[in-house]
Each structure stands twice: as structure tokens, then as C-alpha cells.
T-cell receptor, first 114, second 112 residues
Framework: ETGVTQTPRHLVMGMTNKKSLKCEQHLGHNAMYWYKQSAKKPLELMFVYSLEERVENNSVPSRFSPECPNSSHLFLHLHTLQPEDSALYLC?????????????FGNGTRLTVT | GENVEQHPSTLSVQEGDSAVIKCTYSDSASNYFPWYKQELGKRPQLIIDIRSNVGEKKDQRIAVTLNKTAKHFSLHITETQPEDSAVYFCAEEGAGSYQLTFGKGTKLSVIP
């Protein structure tokens, strides 16, 4: 039991497909995040939402589109991806949108773009 | 934070020995330094953190030390056990930022 649940666990998609990643947290946290984890690279912050408002967008290509309908759910909509977008996409939540507020990660979605 | 260098990238130790992982940072205003552990196929989890007003913090077999003058902080694991095998990530928060900047990770293997 993680408190942060991500679906699907694995996803294979073609470059012309449209898919969505889902994240759900039941910890009562106010902030939610999308991170990209690639081999031999640091965790890259993509988006931050605080109380459903996007507060950070780290120069992420527009082919990644986040959505936060409420404080418990976060989506990442994908379209026209490139093979280099293949990675583990981690969702996280924290009590506050502050770096000192511990991150609680989900198990991630392993994305492969063919 | 702008940049965090983490070394080594891989580390193998015999069970019972100590392991040390070091990170250096460039932003002298950084004031929060967490460490996350990610076991194979699992999610990263916070294991220990330290703030800039403290030089050392311990939690059982794990300790973190901070040298603000030299701008580096280290994770120390004593009496290592096979379940300590994982990838460890350091991170830092820069002043004025509410984001964490992560290191590239250290893959620790504890050999029974």
C-alpha cells in the first residue's frame, strides 16, 4: 500500500497514439507532481500542482499535457511522443508544494514509445 | 539548486561493511538536503534528510553529514545488509525554490 497509485504500470505506444497516465493519492496531500526517470539521469521534475493549480512547468514539450481535476487525482496526457520519451514516469504527492515537504512516490508507469 | 554531483555511480560493499555516498552542490543558499532510496522495481522513498542549521543527523544505521563550507553532504550506512542494496539519490533545495534538484543516483550492492 503506497498511498499513491499509478496506472497503468506499463504502457507501449506508437508515436501517433494518444494515451493518458493516471495518478491517485489518498494521503490528503495538497501538492502533486510528475517526474521523469531515465537511466543514468537525475529525476526530472515535469509539473507541479498545488491545490489543483499548476505552479510549475519545467519547459516540458507540449506533447505532454497534465491535468489535475482535484487534489487527489493527476493525469498526464500523451500524444505524438518520440522514442526518447521512453522512461519511467513517476507521480508523487507531498503535504505542501515546498521542497522540504517529503515526496511520496507512486510505483511509476514504464512507458515505451515505438 | 542548480546542480548536484553524486559519487560514486556504483558501489559494492561486503555485508557488514560501511558505505558512503557523497554529493556536492553549487548553490551556497541551499538549505535542505534529503536522501531517497529506490529498490529495484520500486518507488523512491525518503530515508533521511538534513537542514542547513545541522551538521549531522542519525537514524539507526543511517547518518547524513553536511559541510556547508565545502558545499557537500554525505550518506553513511553502517553494518550494511543485503536489503540496503538499492539506488540512492541525493537532492537539494535551493533558496527561493520549492523544487528539489536530484543527483544521478548511486547503485549500492551489498554482497552477502
Amino acid at each position: 500500500e503506497t498511498g499513491v497509485t499509478q496506472t497503468p504500470r506499463h504502457l507501449v505506444m506508437g508515436m501517433t497514439n494518444k494515451k493518458s497516465l493516471k495518478c491517485e493519492q489518498h494521503l490528503g496531500h495538497n501538492a502533486m507532481y510528475w517526474y521523469k526517470q531515465s537511466a543514468k539521469k537525475p529525476l526530472e521534475l515535469m509539473f507541479v500542482y498545488s491545490l489543483e493549480e499548476r505552479v510549475e512547468n519545467n519547459s516540458v514539450p507540449s506533447r505532454f499535457s497534465p491535468e489535475c481535476p482535484n487534489s487527489s487525482h493527476l493525469f498526464l496526457h500523451l500524444h505524438t511522443l518520440q522514442p526518447e520519451d521512453s522512461a519511467l514516469y513517476l507521480c508523487a504527492s507531498s503535504p505542501e508544494d515546498r521542497a522540504y515537504s517529503p515526496l511520496h512516490f507512486g510505483n511509476g508507469t514504464r512507458l515505451t514509445v515505438t | 539548486g542548480e546542480n548536484v554531483e553524486q559519487h560514486p555511480s556504483t558501489l559494492s560493499v561486503q555485508e557488514g561493511d560501511s558505505a558512503v555516498i557523497k554529493c556536492t552542490y553549487s548553490d551556497s543558499a541551499s538549505n535542505y538536503f534529503p536522501w531517497y532510496k529506490q529498490e529495484l522495481g520500486k518507488r523512491p522513498q525518503l530515508i533521511i534528510d538534513i537542514r542547513s542549521n545541522v551538521g549531522e543527523k542519525k537514524d539507526q544505521r543511517i547518518a547524513v553529514t553536511l559541510n556547508k563550507t565545502a558545499k557537500h553532504f554525505s550518506l553513511h550506512i553502517t553494518e550494511t545488509q543485503p536489503e540496503d542494496s538499492a539506488v540512492y539519490f541525493c537532492a537539494e533545495e535551493g533558496a527561493g525554490s520549492y523544487q528539489l534538484t536530484f543527483g544521478k543516483g548511486t547503485k549500492l550492492s551489498v554482497i552477502p
